[in-house]
């Protein structure tokens, strides 16, 4: 790819997220869509029409007929490991969608041949990149939360029956997962990147109010290596509307908790801080619009491209993520605690 120009991309799976892909590509200047692959033919050409792209019904055919510098995966999450390969083995630097792939060992295996080929891995674990959180890694970073002993997730979000029957894959374990891998994945991101690396974990998961392969409720906690301990409440069960989006750290010298939105500060107890001036500098920001996520993984995709750089939501750094998830379903299937250790050598 010359200096300068855009960089030839190829969207992999044009439905519900994919189409917040279309939406933030069309706000940017440095990726340029030049086809777009579904299995429906009709929605990729739907996808393809206002970037005047070549549309396909399957990824080969697309790799082979044009010439690409990079792709979008956002095609269900148990094809992932299959489609990064494909794309990959070409030398095409890859944006992949949460999660990265539905086990350790195969997200490891796509982290592990992009770093063979040369090529630039992301995953879309955006919500690092949102300003309310990243007041608090600032705060951690600069060590004004002291030793971090406590923290939680709780992610409790309205999904009807209709979400999954509309969508065969979702809730089944090959395919999506289940609550945890598809929902909750993003505010666990975000405890782990200030708690650190974990060394085991215990969950009780069931499957409640849906009539789905995968469960829809978990209730677990986190022993980490240094020490601190942490619970995680995830469920796709709450009648009607979202009910809350929360992260909660503690430490010695500070306590954090961003919510009941990610977009939100409900405490901010650190330092001489103003509590309620942090809590509404926040909310006096700019509205998001439901794409702004994707743009923003989209320009930190491009950047690290254009610059040969290592990229802030480069593919490896959400291995650690998808282990404690496995770990926990894991526990939830065999009700005994799991070691990170076990999930590695598995």
Known sequence: MAAGMAIRTVLIGCGKIGQ?????????QAIELV????????????????????????????????????????????????LAFQVLEQGLHAMIEKPLALSYQDAKAIVDYGREQGVIVVVTQFNRMLPAV????????????GRIVNGGVAVRWARPQSYYD????????????????NQAIHALDVLLQVMGPVGEVFAHTATLTHAIEAED????????????????????CVPRTNLEE?????????????????????????????EAKMRQAILDLPSRPSWQSHHD?????????????????????????????????????????VTIDDIARS
């Open 20 to 28: 917040k892909h279309l939406q933030a590509l069309v706000h940017q």
């Open 35 to 82: 086809a777009t692959v579904d299995t429906d033919l009709a929605k990729a050409q739907a996808a393809a029409v206002a970037f005047d792209a070549e549309a396909f019904d399957d990824t080969a055919s697309a790799l082979d007929e044009m010439e690409l510098d990079a792709a979008i995966i956002a095609a269900p999450s148990g094809l992932h490991r299959e």
């Open 134 to 145: 990243r007041q608090l890694f600032a705060a951690h970073q600069e060590g004004r939360l």
């Open 166 to 181: 509309e969508a065969p894959w979702r809730g089944t374990y090959q395919m999506d997962g289940g609550v945890l891998f």
């Open 217 to 236: 409720t978990v209730a677990g906690s986190l022993r980490f290596a240094s020490g601190a301990v942490a619970s995680i409440a995830a469920t796709t």
């Open 246 to 274: 929360r992260i909660t750290v503690v430490g010695e010298s500070g306590v954090v908790i961003i919510g009941p939105t990610v977009n939100q500060i409900d405490t901010w107890r650190v330092g001489s801080d103003d």
């Open 297 to 337: 993984a989209l320009k930190d995709f491009a950047g690290a491209i254009a610059n040969n750089m290592a990229p802030y939501l480069d593919a490896s750094t959400a291995l650690h993520g998808i282990q404690v998830i496995e770990g926990l379903m894991r526990s939830g299937r065999e009700h005994r605690p």
